[in-house]
């Protein structure tokens, strides 16, 4: 059974850093793999998406890197912003017939402070 | 870009009624939705997945009798919380995927809360 696990939990920063969520998982066999942002009780916007095929997808400040063969991704966030402040979640879809169903991680919160 | 709303964002209901969510896609027809439920702190849970026409298939320990799924037509999916509990209070969302496949698409949630 594939687990999705994020460090750190909860991460606060200064408006300006640069940062990295990390998220691991535990079966290799993936489709893709997704980064979503999530504000507070509202749904999912995917920011990234990463196919097993690839190393990294990016999109503005946001890079996302995949290394399939240890289990691990990365979401690198640079010049952060107070608007970045939201719950990160990554997510995997599995392979095979499987490939639409999400294993989610819990999330980073993260917190940029102005 | 493709929408996918749901409705209501939140409801409050008693314990033993049943409440029904719904899951449209607005500009494109889903041949498959997911439901997810999510308890704080957690991560997203998938539920079920329901197949336009067809029966929902469950992940193990959700019960189908509690939650009853309907994919009645390309762009509407619903989720029934039958005879709710304290328990069932939770934050439900769904998700679409198009005819011609591509990435998923979320709504945005429903928050339970049953009293």
């Known amino acids: 059974k594939q687990e999705v696990t994020q460090i750190p939990a909860a991460l606060s920063v200064p408006e300006g850093e640069n940062l990295v969520l990390n998220c691991s998982f535990t079966?290799?066999?993936?489709?893709?793999l997704q980064w979503f942002r999530q504000d507070p009780g509202k749904g999912l916007t995917s920011l990234l998406l990463?196919?097993?095929?690839?190393r990294e997808q990016t999109s503005g400040r946001l890079n996302a890197s995949l290394d399939k063969s240890s289990g691990r991704s990365t979401l690198y966030i640079a010049a952060s912003q107070p608007g970045d402040s939201a719950t990160y979640l990554c997510?995997?879809?599995?392979?095979?017939?499987?490939?639409?169903?999400?294993?989610f991680g819990k999330g980073t919160l993260l917190t940029v402070n102005p | 870009g493709a929408v996918v709303s749901q409705h209501p964002s939140w409801v409050i209901c008693k314990s033993g009624t049943s409440v029904k969510i719904e899951c449209r896609s607005l500009?494109?027809?889903?041949?498959?939705m997911f439901w997810y439920r999510q308890f704080p702190k957690q991560s997203l849970m998938l539920m079920a997945t329901?197949?336009?026409?067809?029966?929902?298939?469950?992940e193990q320990g959700v019960e189908k009798d509690k939650f009853l799924i309907n994919h009645a037509s390309l762009t509407l999916s619903t989720l029934t919380v039958t005879s709710a509990h304290p328990e069932d209070s939770s934050f439900y969302i769904c998700?679409?995927?198009?005819?011609?496949?591509?990435?998923?698409?979320f709504g945005n949630g429903t928050r339970l809360t049953v009293t």
């Open positions: 998700s679409a995927r198009g005819v011609t496949g591509g990435p998923l698409h």
């Open positions: 079966d290799s066999a993936i489709y893709n």
């Open positions: 990463i196919q097993s095929s690839q």
């Open positions: 997510a995997v879809a599995g392979s095979g017939g499987s490939n639409y169903k999400l294993t």
């Open positions: 500009d494109f027809q889903a041949t498959t």
């Open positions: 329901s197949n336009e026409g067809s029966k929902a298939t469950y």
